[in-house]
């Protein structure tokens, strides 16, 4: 018996190599174990942290803002008419195992990501460039058409379909990360377990278990070395938001990453100390409706029902992390754009919607299911509030339908409910990666709708040069999205969390994007 | 003997009907692996994702190769986690929730055993109350309470313990206790029982009426008997022990096989699942067995 112990206590000991002696210089704590590092497949947030670790793009975010800044690239050229980039490679940017990163091996990752047989899903960031969209889609069988080029071994000339004002922040995306072609080549699909592993970005994979943690070393070889003030990373991964917190206060982790990691029932009375750090953030929580079968066929309806939510009190009694409250899609100040306010809170205009529709005083409205997925408080009271609104303002008989999160999406995809809660976090700081969710042909769609005018104002914004009238197009889709058509309408724009105490942690600031490069990030004391 | 060739025997067949019950019914829960909030960027990628897991082909024939693959120990790739197979993401984690089961099995036997085996001589009244006390509280207050009430005293008030991860030996011991102080009360209620029998059976009778001392008859004569239940719950339990508690596993964040029972459900990762279940059913089957040999082992009667 006492042997068995015994045994148990030398697996334990020998196996890990994880001491609290070993103590990193930094410990993250990081969410969820990621699916994937490779930067062309991944789509998580906690994925993505890992993968800018290690690979880094032509560009990078700026840790302050989040915009973008030289990367691999040390400086780049834009044509008068913004469609053109012209990309200059560091000649000093080379991977963490010798090799030179080249201008081919950019423009081949680039091919490898649009790639269908890749299966990348953020493929569609590369609509922007010129026959990207197709190539994508499969209309277009050879990759190498790819708008993407090298002239040289150090320069990089991107052909784009239109204006793109986000195209920088883009490339630093982990999209747009080069990959090293040999390895890949090599290892295929499996490449990304290799070791060594080639880097890019200003660290190295040291070692990776799962479910418990990413240790990370300094890159020796990444151009900027000099500026990482952090030898030793641990990135931990886990699910268990209480457990995140208590290695917190304890002082075992340093940072807590993402809010979703972070006990959300905590949330308002953390968001007051000052090792958590509470910011405007990237994403929108909304309600789609069901626009192919009755009730919400008749957009009367839909706008009746948007007009009875009161959005206030949901983020005054249940969010109370001070979100805005919002019945738009896009969160206002993305990419410096004021979105229209969608239609106010009115209950008497809406039951005349209503009564204009055919159901005065909510009479003949068939019972309506709201469905969301379950595991969290909110989503859950936000479904009884506005059940409860519904009821005193239209008449209307509401029942909640919690559905386990694949099912949920399953049946949001197959258009198998009535309205539904949804939301949206940003691809980059700009409305259009809010307001493309609802053209016609999208995937995310989820709604039913289609609306020529609007897929047309929407090309037109994207052909648009001139950034203020784009602004205007756009807002005038948006407009038609939430006021007059209403497939969808907003609740409130999220709000981001997360721990560090500014006098132990330095080289990172709140920002929209929610990036946080690890170039600059260190611990200030022990 | 015959019997034990065709016990042992019967485990592929047991394995396979696992695999092919699972296989099928997880493909008629609702949503799947490719169900995701963000949709694939084209059908052209949505199927070459899919043709890349083989399920462009027909169900019949995606069975065919996965019982193919079994055969061969393979147990396919992971459909969450794109980097790792199921066979390596078991490989990572089973050492450690064996570890963690193996420590927690010997704190269940190594308290329960001695507190049931005093309680039930009677010998010390405060022994039995204590004993009692021990095992009501062991056995009634659930592991999601007692956790978190040991890592707040222990690691946060205190201070003497880590109040998660896995590595150093410190590590273990709260996650030991929380997982092994509920079957320590079980196994000391079987053993009390075991041996309150025991005492009055008429062979610890003639033991008693040859003039043996008391410890040679409770040690020599009673003792081996009064384990017979300790050791045929101890298969099962084992198994429970071995393949990682999820609230444990979660609540400590450790590194373990526990996390996977329920995630690779929700995330719909059918070959995880599947080999989970497998592992699960090998594991009890072999510890069922183990137990039984080692029942026979030291219950005469049973080898009649």
Same mark, same amino acid.
């Given at each position: ?20 002696? =070993? ?20 789509? &998580? ?41 012209? $990309? ?59 708008? *993407? ?6 320069? @990089? ?6 204006? #793109? ?13 080069? @990959? ?5 080549? /090599? ?84 968001? /007051? ?5 509470? $910011?405007?953030?990237? &994403? ?34 249940? #969010? ?31 039951? *005349? ?29 936000? &479904?009884?509030?506005? /059940? ?16 386990? !999160?694949?099912?949920?999406? *399953? ?17 980059? =700081? +700009?409305?259009?990666?809010?307001? +493309? ?13 289609? +609306? ?61 994007? +929610? ?12 | ?20 019950? &699972?296989?099928?019914?997880?493909? *008629? ?130 201070? !003497? ?34 041996? /309150? ?17 008391? #410890? @040679? ?42 996390? $996977?029972?329920?995630?690779? $459900? ?39």
């Amino acid at each position: 018996m006492f042997l068995v112990l015994l045994v148990a206590f030398l697996i334990l000991g020998g196996g890990a190599g994880c001491s609290p002696a =070993d103590r990193a210089d930094l410990v993250l704590h990081n969410g969820p174990e990621p699916e994937t590092i490779d930067p062309q497949i991944l789509t &998580g947030q906690a994925d993505g942290r890992i993968a800018s670790a290690l690979f880094e793009g032509l560009t990078r975010f700026n840790p302050t803002n989040g915009l973008a800044m030289p990367g691999l690239a040390s400086r780049w050229d834009i044509s008068p008419d913004g469609r053109t980039y012209t $990309f200059h490679l560091r000649p000093e940017a080379r991977w963490s195992t010798g090799e030179v990163i080249t201008a081919d091996e950019v423009v081949w990752s680039w091919r490898r990501a649009v790639t269908p047989t890749t299966a990348a899903d953020y493929a569609s960031q590369f609509f922007c460039i010129r026959n990207g969209r197709a190539i994508v889609n499969g209309e277009l069988r050879d990759a190498s058409q790819l708008g *993407a080029e090298a002239p040289d071994a150090r320069t @990089v000339r991107v052909h784009l379909e239109n204006p #793109t004002p986000y195209f920088l922040e883009l490339v630093a995306s982990r999209v747009f990360f080069p @990959v090293p072609r040999k390895a890949i080549e /090599q290892q295929g699909d499996q490449w990304i377990r290799a070791d060594p592993l080639p880097c890019s970005g200003p660290y190295l994979l040291e070692g990776w278990r799962v479910n418990d943690r990413f240790r990370l070393r300094r890159n020796p070889r990444y151009w900027d070395a000099d500026r990482v003030a952090t030898e030793r990373i641990d990135i931990l991964s886990g699910d268990n938001p209480s457990t995140a917190l208590n290695l917190f206060l304890k002082g075992e982790v340093d940072l807590i990453s993402d809010r979703k990691i972070i006990p959300g029932e905590l949330g308002p009375e953390l968001a /007051q100390r000052p090792d958590f750090q509470r $910011f405007d953030y990237l &994403g929108q929580d909304f309600i789609r409706f069901n626009t192919t079968r009755k009730p919400f066929q008749d957009a009367r309806v839909r706008r009746a029902v948007a007009m009875a939510i009161d959005r206030s009190r949901i983020t005054a009694r249940i #969010t109370r992390m001070g979100e805005r409250a919002s019945a738009a899609v896009t969160p206002a100040g993305t990419g410096g754009y004021e979105p229209p306010a969608g239609l106010p809170w009115d209950p008497s205009a809406a039951r *005349a919607l209503l009564s204009e529709a055919g159901y005065p005083g909510g009479r003949g409205f068939p019972v309506i299911e709201y469905t969301f997925n379950v595991g969290s408080r909110i989503y859950e009271q936000t &479904g009884v509030e506005v /059940q409860s609104m519904l009821r005193e303002h239209l008449g209307i008989r509401v029942e909640l339908r919690p559905l386990e !999160w694949k099912t949920y999406l *399953a049946e949001m995809s197959a258009l198998n409910y009535d309205f539904i809660r949804g939301s949206w976090v940003g691809d980059y =700081d +700009d409305p259009m990666t809010f307001l +493309d969710i609802f053209l016609s042909d999208s995937g995310n769609n989820r709604t039913g709708w289609k +609306d020529s005018r609007y897929d047309r104002l929407l090309q037109t914004a994207a052909a648009e040069a001139d950034p203020r009238r784009r602004l205007g197009i756009l807002r005038q889709a948006e407009t038609l999205l939430v006021e007059e058509a209403v497939p969808v309408t907003g609740l409130y724009s999220h709000v981001g969390l997360y721990a560090a105490d500014p006098r132990k942690v330095g080289g990172i600031w709140a920002n929209r994007m +929610d990036e946080h490069p690890f170039f600059s990030m260190r611990r200030l004391r022990p | 003997m015959r019997s034990w060739i065709a016990r042992v025997a019967l485990i592929p067949v047991m394995l396979w009907v696992v695999a092919t019950l &699972g296989f099928f019914l997880l493909r *008629a829960v609702p949503g799947g692996p490719f169900d995701r909030e963000r949709a694939a960027a084209s059908r052209e990628v949505e199927a070459a994702l899919k043709a890349r897991y083989h399920w462009d082909e027909p169900l019949w024939r995606q069975y065919l190769r996965y019982l193919g693959n079994l055969a061969r120990g393979d147990l396919g790739p992971s459909l969450k986690y794109r980097n790792h197979s199921v066979n390596d993401l078991l490989g990572q984690t089973v050492p450690v929730s064996l570890s963690l089961g193996a420590m927690a099995f010997g704190v269940a036997m190594g308290l329960g055993i001695p507190i049931g085996a005093v309680a039930a001589l009677g010998r010390y009244r405060w022994a039995d109350r204590v004993a009692s006390l021990l095992t009501l509280v062991g056995v009634c207050i659930p592991v999601f309470v007692l956790g978190p009430f040991l890592i707040l005293v222990a690691g946060l008030w205190l201070e !003497w313990l880590p109040v998660a991860l896995w590595g150093h030996w410190n590590h273990a011991v709260l996650p030991t206790l929380t997982l092994g102080l509920y079957f320590a009360a079980r196994v000391s209620r079987w053993m009390r029982e075991g041996m /309150q029998e025991v005492l009055k059976s008429p062979h610890v009778q003639a033991a008693r009426a040859k003039g043996l001392s008391e #410890t @040679v008859v409770v040690v020599r004569h009673a003792l081996p008997v009064a384990l017979l239940p300790v050791i045929s719950y101890a298969g099962p339990m084992l198994a429970d022990l071995l393949t990682g508690s999820f609230v444990v596993e979660n609540l400590f964040q450790i590194p373990g096989t526990g996390a $996977f029972f329920i995630n690779s $459900f929700f995330s719909r990762d059918y070959t995880m699942m599947i080999g989970m279940i497998l592992f699960y059913s090998l594991l009890l089957q072999v510890l069922n067995l183990g137990s039984d040999l080692l029942l026979r082992w030291v219950d005469p009667r049973i080898r009649a």
